[in-house]
């Protein structure tokens, strides 16, 4: 029999249950009790949540595996793995140890890595020590090192803690401009654009340039030393170092200057067209052995045209050169007319016969009192001019010739050195003065030479 109250087994002769002591009566309902059933409690669970524990557990894990990769978490180890990566030209340790995002990419690490020297490295290796040392002084506050201000080292906060990166400051490195050319260059695989590459390491580099132009072309190769960007570049969030190609261009130039005393000068070179710097001279190259030259200006009102073939190799002032020949010939004629009609004025005993001389200058009044009194008749034969002794002047030219003529006494050679000037109003010369000349002329290429007709 069982106990009504608890449930357990009672004996038969029991009076009490010895469980929970109640007592028992032999008639009692309880000597026919059935035993109280015993409940078990389950505690269901979600099964997504048993599906997200191992996955928090999993990214647990690679949480701490990859801040294991991550950092570095100090200035030192960044300072030894940085050091390290620059000994071995380690380009992927050094793209995880920067935080410049114009740098951050392969081609100018590379760049940097295949360029870098023992000098580069050592001074690399200097400003990073230089910077850990005043971190520690600072109690590891980022600052930048005005000292070595190319590189200085930063903390950083990311997800997975404070960080320390090398900032280094980005370099871009150019050519000068040169008129009429184009001019390119690269540094390993790295190409210019528009004259200029961006977003280098500072460093020392091997650069190959490519200087051409309407008439040829020049290759030139030049190193630049990490000292010459970090010392003699502008700086300005970035440093920029320009290549002076004057100073490494050792082939033919042509320098064309822009003479005093002359307008609308306009030079052509093999029929193209120059870009001339009206304040200095204008330097071309690099240049062939010859070239055509066409210089056209304006010399005291008048429009001077003058071509030829040019020698490279030699040292000259063609411009000068040029003007002075067109000078020379356009005087030639001035010259010429002023000698037939003197001629004639004195054989005919008439000065107003006189042509292309001022009236009232020096020269045509001495050739009118000569004529008046009743000199020797004579005949010209030709006049010869020198274009090297030209000189121009603000308002008047310079020039000498040598003059032929024929009289009873035979051949007469007159020397002679003519100042001429502007007709008032006109875009031409006339003769105001004339002087006496030591120098006989001669002519052999025919070109400054008229003769009679």
Known sequence: MYCLKCGHEINEDEKFCSFCGTPVDGNSSNLKAVPKVKTNYVIKIDKKFLYIIPVVLVLIVAYFITKSFYGPYTPEILQEKFSKALATHDVATILSLIDNNELSNKNSVEAFVNNMDDNTISQYVSAINSNVQELKYNNNTSYTNASNNFLYLIKKRTFFGDVWKVHINPV???TQPIPMDNISFNIGKLKSNNGAITNLFPSSYKVDLAISNDFTKADIKTDIEIEDILYNSQKAYTYIYSIDLKNLYNGKKLVLENPDNVSDLSI???GKQVGLNRNANTEIYPVPESLDLEVNATVLGVHISEKGKI???MDNNWVSEFIKRGVAKHALNILYNASVSWTKANNDGNPSELTDAN???QYYTDAASHIESAPVKTQFIKV???PKSV???SDALYINDTEYYNDKNGQNIANWT???????????????EDSSSFEKLNDNTGEFTKSAV
């Open 172 to 174: 871009t490195i150019k």
């Open 268 to 270: 052509k070179l093999n």
């Open 311 to 313: 020698d490279t190799s």
């Open 359 to 361: 009236p009232n200058g």
């Open 384 to 386: 010869i001019v020198d």
């Open 391 to 393: 000189r121009i002047d």
């Open 418 to 432: 003519y100042k001429l000037q502007q007709i008032p109003n006109k875009q031409e010369w006339w003769i105001l």
